[in-house]
């Protein structure tokens, strides 16, 4: 993938079509309604994606990768609005610094969530403040990078009588799985 600037990627995104890839697994509990922001951010004229490690002592996926993101509240109006105020609890950006040009379908995890991923630019001279309950590292990785390392690679995993691509992406030292690299994949699909 050939280094695009910021206005040439979210119009690859709006003229992208969608190739659903197929991330759902099926579960006994209620899928519970969650959203992450896929941020990104352009530093020296390079485009970044935006990632956190999340802290060792989470209930739900300690020590992973992933977006900044979670369940719905109850005062969240939308699931734009979880997104959103998520990544302000985890990342201290106001909602004010993020600029959504565009969300991805729904994923579905093993342990019960229904993700909806928004794709959204933070002004570049906003100051990350990580919440140190929530997240241990932030992470940035050039996103040429990100999409296109040769090193990323899918397992098929059976679970309840069928089987599921897990996806993986480790990139830049980073062991990016599930559906963290799964959201990336298809960010990948659309803008090819």
Not at 36 to 51: C, S
Not at 55 to 78: C, E, M, W, Y
């Amino acid at each position: 993938m050939e280094s695009m600037n910021k206005s040439q990627l979210m119009m690859a995104f709006q003229l992208g079509n969608f190739r659903p890839i197929d991330y759902f697994f099926p579960t006994i509990a209620k899928l519970t309604a969650s959203a992450v922001l896929v941020p990104l951010v352009v530093r020296d004229g390079e485009i970044y994606l935006i990632l956190t490690k999340r802290t060792s002592h989470l209930r739900h996926h300690p020590d992973q990768i992933a977006f900044p993101g979670g369940k719905v509240d109850a005062t969240d109006i939308n699931l734009l609005a979880t997104a959103l105020r998520e990544n302000h609890e985890e990342l201290g950006i106001r909602e004010q610094q993020v600029t959504i040009f565009g969300s991805l379908p729904n994923l579905h995890t093993v342990t019960g969530f229904d993700i909806k991923p928004y794709i959204g630019f933070i002004d570049s001279d906003a100051l990350f403040t990580p919440n140190p309950q929530e997240v241990s590292a932030v992470i940035e990785l050039p996103l040429t990078q990100v999409l296109q390392n040769p090193a990323h690679f899918t397992l098929d995993v059976p679970r309840k009588d069928r089987v599921h691509t897990v996806y993986f992406k480790p990139t830049g030292g980073w062991p990016i799985w599930g559906v963290t690299a799964a959201i990336i994949e298809q960010l990948r699909l659309v803008i090819h």
